[in-house]
């Protein structure tokens, strides 16, 4: 863990960036309290791409045929 003033921290934020982005966490201090914590931002769900699902899901056949439900209706 790194810890340094708000006002270091406005100097050196892009090496900041990378330090987080390494895994290490970085806690900037106020009159050498601690006020703000620096992580890496939890990798989020895979993006879906389009198409990933393709030969995976069918449609039968009946799938438009008119619901029995319905048949009143018609």
Known sequence: MHQLTIQEAATKLPELIQEVLAGEEVVLTQDATPVAKLVAVASTAPQRRFGSLK?????????DDPLPEMADCQ
Not at 55 to 63: Q, R, S, V, W
């Open 55 to 63: 030969g995976k899901i069918t449609i039968p056949p009946e799938f």
